[in-house]
Antibody
Framework: QVQLVDSGGDLVRPGGSLRLSCAASGFIFRDYYMSWIRQAPGRGLEWIAY????????YYADSVRGRFTISRDNANNSLYLQLKSLGDEDTAVYYCARFGPTVTYFDSWGQGTLVTVSS | DIQMTQSPSSLSASVGDRVSITCRAG??????LSWYQQIPGKAPRLLIYASSTLQGGVPSRFSGSGSGTDFTLTISSLQPEDFATYYC????????FGGGTKVEI
């Protein structure tokens, strides 16, 4: 079955960097658009980035554009999110999610990985 | 960005109740609307997409309706496992989520 496993979350100081990973299995990874979505403690869901199936198209929310970079390795069925210039507002659980076939909804989610930005 | 507004933000209900949650879009999004359920400490789960299409494996007591700017998620008979937070999400443009509706006992 479809499985997405998020990893890489950690405690990081303001201004620091981190790379998150998402290992995919159970489906043909290279055929799907993928996204990262985050959730600050006690808050709602915020979409932050997506990448096309071949990795040629990326798009970001205004809140992270220029600081975060989404990428993928289709040979190794992996999705990544590089986070830089982190601030308190970036503290959240980060989920990778698979877009459904019509690229309009998220039909599978990772379990999430917690990023805490604090001095 | 298209703003999504859910109401109510929380509600109390009992097992067996019929529950409806409303989502309003800031502009016409046709039927590009999905609903998710999130149990505390877990990842969200897709319930409904394209406003009214039930995702595979989701119980038939869940249903969705609406088009344009006004949408509704209905649970016909609330079960113990349905106490959770529900989110709507639009996809006419870059995805945005509603603020969530917490369904409590």
């Amino acid at each position: 079955q479809v499985q997405l496993v998020d990893s890489g979350g950690d405690l990081v100081r303001p201004g620091g960097s981190l790379r998150l990973s998402c290992a995919a299995s159970g489906f043909i990874f290279r055929d799907y658009y993928m996204s990262w979505i985050r959730q600050a403690p006690g808050r709602g869901l915020e979409w932050i980035a997506y990448i096309s199936d071949r990795g040629t198209v990326t798009y970001y929310a205004d809140s992270v554009r220029g600081r975060f970079t989404i990428s993928r390795d289709n040979a190794n069925n992996s999705l990544y999110l590089q986070l830089k210039s982190l601030g308190d507002e970036d503290t959240a659980v980060y989920y990778c999610a698979r877009f459904g076939p019509t690229v309009t909804y998220f039909d599978s989610w990772g379990q999430g990985t917690l990023v805490t930005v604090s001095s | 960005d298209i703003q999504m507004t859910q109401s109510p933000s929380s509600l109390s209900a009992s097992v067996g109740d019929r529950v409806s949650i409303t989502c309003r879009a800031g502009q016409n999004i046709k039927t590009y609307l999905s609903w998710y359920q999130q149990i505390p400490g877990k990842a969200p789960r897709l319930l409904i997409y394209a406003s009214s299409t039930l995702q595979g494996g989701v119980p038939s007591r869940f249903s969705g309706s609406g088009s344009g700017t006004d949408f509704t998620l209905t649970i016909s008979s609330l079960q113990p496992e349905d106490f959770a937070t529900y989110y709507c999400q639009q996809s006419l443009s870059t995805p945005t989520f509603g603020g969530g509706t917490k369904v409590e006992i």
